[in-house]
């Protein structure tokens, strides 16, 4: 891979782990909802630094489009639980 793509994909893959521990420790939904929103967010400049980086070969971006995509589809499954915790009258 690349050495560069190496460097960013660390650099959003770390802040996008540290943030599924945050909301593991989380106390209240309102910081697990924001826990999830800057989860998306980081996980959202990933896929848009990687979606437009001009000189990636295929197979490189594929396979960073993929974790990225992991990510995302993680970060927005655990968005819509906590959307269904806040609003559902069980969870009060």
């Known amino acids: 891979m690349n050495d560069t793509l190496v460097s960013a994909c660390t650099m959003f893959l770390v802040p996008a782990t540290l943030l599924f521990g945050a909301l593991g420790v989380a106390n ?3 910081l697990k909802m924001i826990v999830c929103l800057l989860g998306m967010a980081t996980t959202g400049l990933w896929l848009y630094r990687v979606w437009w980086w001009t000189s990636l070969s295929l197979l490189d971006r594929r396979t960073a489009l993929g974790l990225a995509g992991m990510f ?7 968005f819509l639980v906590q959307l269904k915790n ?3 009258p069980s969870y009060r």
């Open 28 to 30: 209240s939904s309102f």
């Open 72 to 78: 995302a589809f993680a970060w927005i499954v655990t």
């Open 86 to 88: 806040v609003f559902s």
